[in-house]
């Protein structure tokens, strides 16, 4: 593994970093993809029809998943996702926060990775995501730009954090692949040292996400293309200018992107739960299991009902255009 300020160095500088085989795929990565499977089942239970549910509980993961996908269930993807729903938060509002992701979250190797770039204090940040990304031309139309399911548009991660978060919050980005990711079936893209642009004027995008204000210029520099082997994971810094390329594979392109911030610097996410998981006076860690992590989910769940959202990005991010790609780009 590379060394410690190595690792640093080379996110500040190009603003990604690959690390290899830090995952075992049995140990660390196969139980999310059997919780995964487990929801699948319950949609089934819940949404197939009577006479094709044993037919159905039968399939492998792939033609499962893409069974309840056509079942025409009301946002689907929240089910599958590590977090809250960003809007309408409800008493009965459904996450996939399982008890293998409680384990990935709080994976030593990943944790050690981290240290290197945060220091000794570590906690867990609320913006993470599970994506199952299918075949492309097996999707619906409104479902190709959305960034579960479909292509991410270019953004940076600072830019869904508040305004607080956007100044403040000194974050890290671990994106890990469930299975080999490539050019082909929607690997993510960057570009080298773009990073060092700092913040950028964000807007909201096709479907409400958030992109980059004239994200049209990047695509006349050369990509970098983030691919990844099973048990790699790729460190991403926080103004890392990056998207995902569509799958044009016939097979799934599955991953997770947690994060974490450095002790001392908010989350951007207030109230989602943001807690230590590494520190060197062992009294800050609070939560030392699965059920007080689901906990601090529903505890925050129930402040977020009354105002009805998780989270909100203020877009546009500035309302001058000092900060707009165009602008920076002539400069
Ligand atoms: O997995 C993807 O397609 C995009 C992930 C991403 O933008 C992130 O992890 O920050
Ligand atoms: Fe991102």
């Not at 926060?97 to 240290?115: F, G, P, Q, R, Y």
């Not at 790729?234 to 994060?259: E, G, M, T, V, Y």
């Amino acid at each position: 593994m590379k060394s410690n300020s190595k690792i640093k160095e080379i996110l500040k500088r190009d603003g990604f970093v690959k690390v290899k085989n830090i995952l075992n795929f049995n140990k660390d990565l196969k139980p999310i993809m059997k919780d995964m499977e487990f929801v699948m089942d319950c949609l089934i239970q819940k949404f197939a029809p009577k006479t094709y549910r044993n037919k159905a509980l039968n399939y492998d993961f792939r033609k499962k998943y893409t069974y309840v996908s056509k079942l025409n269930i009301y946002d689907l993807d929240q089910y599958f996702n590590t977090r809250l729903p960003r809007d309408h938060v409800k008493k009965d509002s459904d996450y996939f926060a399982s008890h293998s992701l409680w384990n990935l979250i709080t994976n030593k190797k990943i944790l050690d990775v981290v240290e290197k770039i945060l220091g000794s204090e570590i906690l867990s940040s609320p913006v993470q995501n599970t994506r199952i990304k299918q075949p492309e031309k097996k999707l619906s139309k409104g479902s190709v730009h959305d960034g579960l399911s479909g292509r991410t548009p270019w953004h940076q991660d600072a830019a869904v954090l508040s305004t607080h978060g956007q100044k403040f919050c000194d974050l890290v980005t671990v994106w890990i692949p469930f299975t080999k990711t490539t050019k082909n079936n929607g690997c993510m893209i960057t570009v080298k040292e773009i990073n060092k642009m700092g913040l950028l004027n964000h807007i909201s995008g096709y479907r409400g996400q958030v992109e980059v204000k004239n994200s049209k210029l990047l695509d006349k520099f050369k990509p970098i293309y983030l691919q990844a082997e099973v048990g790699d994971i790729i460190l991403l810094h926080k103004h890392s200018i990056h998207c995902s390329l569509p799958n044009k594979s016939n097979n799934f392109r599955i991953s997770a992107d947690i994060r974490y911030n450095r002790a001392g610097t908010p989350s951007g996410r207030k109230p989602l739960p943001n807690f230590y998981v590494r520190s060197k006076n062992k009294k800050n860690i609070k939560i030392h299991n699965y059920k007080q992590w689901v906990a601090l989910w529903e505890k925050a769940k129930n402040k977020c009902i009354p105002r009805k959202y998780a989270f909100k990005y203020p877009l546009p991010t500035f309302k001058h255009n000092n900060r707009d790609l165009s602008n920076l780009l002539t400069k």
